[in-house]
């Protein structure tokens, strides 16, 4: 069987936020494998290939088959913001053999952020407080694809979400994708009526995230300059304007 690594994106660590991180999620036949705690490590290397965080330990026990480490809050003092071009690197023991994932990370000092809550579902359709779609445990779950969807749409427009300032303004985008998402799921059941809601739930983010006006810190000094026009090298902009 082929294995086979799930990584949605980058890693995006705020200097400054201890926080826990979980490795790339791996699969063997569409099934989630589970490393071993014992002898499992997290390494991260800064852009020059220096050890940052060297072989630390994994969370003991693996949660949920997924391993994870404890961020420190002072892990990054020595470091200079942004520092982009990370990398880590999980060596995983699986059935005694070690597996060796490694992903993308950046230091920043404002990672994108999500701002929504299933609360915030529940205020579009207050019957969703009772049941959730058989594709998901949680309404967690498609606020944090629809998440990832978002990021990677902006990173495919080349407005690096690092230097997204207000994360708040892209919350009306965020919320009609996860909609969206969530409709598709109660769709499986057959039932035409949620995928035409879903439709039009996409059709409403695309519209928000066309209107949507983000505050970009440019030169990475934590303020958006002032800017009267919306030219693509400025640092306001509509998700739309692509910088050169």
Avoid at 62 to 75: K, R
Avoid at 193 to 217: G, P, R, S
Wanted: aromatic share 10%.
């Amino acid at each position: 069987m082929t294995l086979q690594a799930r990584q949605p994106l980058p890693t995006f660590f705020q200097k400054g936020r201890a926080f826990t991180l979980s490795a790339p999620e791996r699969y063997v036949g569409g099934e989630l494998v589970a490393p071993t705690a014992s002898g499992s490590t997290f390494t991260l290397r800064d852009s020059s290939g220096a050890a940052v965080i060297s072989a630390q330990a994994i969370v003991t026990p693996v949660v949920g088959s997924i391993a994870q480490v404890v961020i420190g809050a002072t892990d990054f003092d020595a470091l200079t913001i942004p520092e982009l071009g990370m990398r880590e690197t999980w060596s995983l023991i699986e059935s005694g053999v070690t597996q060796t994932l490694e992903r993308e990370a950046h230091l920043v000092r404002v990672a994108p952020t999500i701002v929504i809550a299933p609360i915030d579902l529940f205020g579009l359709h207050n019957t969703w407080r009772a049941f959730v779609p058989s594709n998901w445990n949680s309404y967690d779950e498609p606020i944090a694809e629809a998440f990832n969807q978002l990021v990677g749409r902006l990173l495919g427009d080349q407005v690096y979400p690092h230097k997204v300032l207000n994360w708040y303004a892209a919350r009306t985008t965020h919320l009609y994708w996860t909609a969206a998402l969530v409709c598709r799921g109660f769709g499986e059941t057959g039932n035409g009526n949620w995928l035409q809601l879903a439709d039009t739930y996409e059709a409403k983010a695309e519209k928000a995230y066309e209107d949507t006006f983000l505050k970009v810190d440019d030169d990475d000094d934590g303020i958006a300059e002032d800017t009267d026009t919306l030219t693509a090298a400025e640092p306001e902009l509509f998700m739309t304007a692509v910088p050169r």
